[in-house]
């Protein structure tokens, strides 16, 4: 029964994503605007510099990069957080305290599900740019590299689901977390990678933001397909990936047993 109930729950979040499916085209178009920004941003930038190499990335690096951040920040985006405040905030999390139901369990499969529908449609748009640029514009993306890139996205994926379900956790002491989750989440959209290459911020404040669990988010695994890693950095930073989702699931364990012994269900 258990297995049953969670192959359910799996399969309506692949049916919420559907649900509404112009909204869903949309919000599927929607990462082509920054990315078009990044890449106008950067030409320019390239072109007045007259540099082969800036904040250590060639033009052609810097194109795999704007194009796969994107992807990536797609891929492994969050958003549960403001659902899980509403369980919090207005009693609806009472129903699976009382259900032989894990709260966990039921957010991540559904989280799975939605991730699904967008993984495979975003996965072939990449799969053609690459393919594009490595024969229309001979830019050096090697299969290799590709493959490193999809086994380090598994990592990235559950770790920022766990970072977004820890932080939820918040919206037990705080009536209205709306306003510190957008906070949050812009922090860490700037801290993974996603805007710009953390290399930008210098040396000094991108070693520090490297031994964040938020780089391995987006920046560790988009430069595993730039090239930039050797085989031994790239391992390394995969055990890191998993270290840092081990580390905060505890975090999150401690957080939602402290919150709910002083949740109160009011409404629901």
């Known amino acids: 029964m258990p297995n049953k109930v969670y192959r359910k729950i799996l399969h309506m979040g692949i049916q919420n994503e559907m649900e509404y499916r112009t909204n ?24 007045s510099s007259g540099q082969g190499t800036i904040v250590g990335y060639t033009f052609q690096e810097m194109l795999i990069y704007i194009i796969m951040a994107a992807v990536t920040g797609k ?3 969050a958003g ?3 659902e899980i405040a509403g ?3 207005e009693g609806g999390l009472g129903k699976f305290l009382v259900q032989p139901l894990n709260y966990f369990a039921y957010r991540i499969l559904k989280f799975l599900g939605a991730k699904a529908v967008q993984s495979v ?3 072939i ?5 690459l393919i594009w640029l490595r024969i229309g514009l001979h830019v050096p993306v090697g299969w290799d590299s590709a493959l490193r890139y999809l086994i380090a996205l598994p990592g990235a994926l559950l770790l920022n689901f766990v970072i977004y379900y820890a932080l939820s956790g918040i919206a037990f002491w705080l009536t209205e977390s709306t306003g510190l989750f957008y906070t949050l989440s812009l922090i860490i959209y700037i801290a993974s990678g996603s805007v710009f290459p953390l290399t930008i911020f210098g040396v000094t404040i991108a070693k520090i933001l490297g031994m964040l669990p938020f780089s391995y988010i987006v920046f560790f695994p988009v430069n595993m397909i730039t090239g930039k890693l050797t085989t031994t950095e790239a391992i390394t930073g995969i055990g890191m990936q998993w270290l840092w989702i081990a580390v905060i699931l505890v975090v999150a364990r401690w957080v939602w047993s402290s919150g709910v012994r002083r949740y109160v269900a009011v409404g629901g």
């Open 121 to 123: 449609l975003v996965i």
């Open 24 to 47: 869903y085209w949309i919000q599927l178009v929607s990462f082509f605007v920054p990315m078009m920004t990044q890449f106008f941003l950067w030409l320019a930038i390239f072109r």
């Open 75 to 77: 891929l492994v985006a």
């Open 80 to 82: 549960f957080e403001y």
């Open 125 to 129: 748009f990449a799969a053609v740019v």
């Open 87 to 89: 369980d919090i905030k």
